[in-house]
């Protein structure tokens, strides 16, 4: 073997290893292109996926706090229409109250003015008679037991434990006067009455003896 031809062996081996390094650069090359594509492309797909989860986790968040909103609206809306029922139920007993308080004490005045009494303002007290009155005496008469009936409601001593002491005029036509003795104490009272046509017989003064 001649020196040449050992030189030209020598070189091609060269070029080979050279050739062999360049292609082994070259597919560490891409191997590592090729892992940096996939890796940045499953980076990019997962933070692509947190930020949908955490877009959605958001929006999840608004709507929980919407309907939380909602909810406490209703709450406070059904809070307040109780708050009206309750006030406008208290106005009522409220009224309803008063109405019986009122009833019992105009039934209460209505019945001490049908007992009567020496305090007065004092009423009629209703008769039976018709056409002219003429005022009488006789103690059968009808006259006589109206006037009886207003010496006992003006005096508000009853009819049964009254004995009249004098029963006559009273310086008018319309007018009478009567003594009366309360038959329970011993009271007596002078009692003033005024005659009205369809009305009967009205007390108009009391005095006690």
Do not use: C
Not at 44 to 69: G, I, L, R
Not at 155 to 180: A, C, F, H, Y
């Amino acid at each position: 073997m001649g020196r040449k031809e050992y030189r030209s062996r020598f070189e091609k081996r060269k070029q080979n290893r050279v050739l062999n390094i360049a292609i082994g650069v070259v597919l560490l090359l891409i191997v590592v292109v090729g892992a940096s594509i996939f890796i940045n492309g499953g980076s990019s797909q997962t933070t692509s996926s947190n930020h949908s989860a955490d877009k959605k986790d958001q929006s999840s968040s608004v709507n929980k706090d919407s309907n939380k909103n909602d909810d406490s609206s209703i709450a406070v809306e059904d809070k307040n229409d109780s708050e009206a029922a309750d006030e406008n139920k208290d106005a009522s007993k409220k009224e309803d109250s008063e109405d019986k308080d009122k009833e019992a004490a105009d039934k209460e005045k209505s019945e001490d003015k049908a007992k009567g009494g020496p305090e007065g303002p004092w009423d009629p007290v209703g008769t039976s008679q018709t056409g002219e009155h003429t005022k009488s005496y006789d103690k059968g008469s009808s006259d006589w037991s109206e006037q009886t009936k207003a010496l006992s409601y003006a005096s508000g001593i009853p009819e049964d434990q009254m004995t009249i002491l004098w029963l006559g005029n009273g310086g008018g036509p319309d007018k009478s006067v009567g003594r009366v003795l309360s038959k329970a104490d011993g009271s007596r009272y002078e009692v003033q009455l005024q005659w009205e046509d369809g009305k009967g017989w009205k007390p108009t003064s009391v005095k006690k003896q």
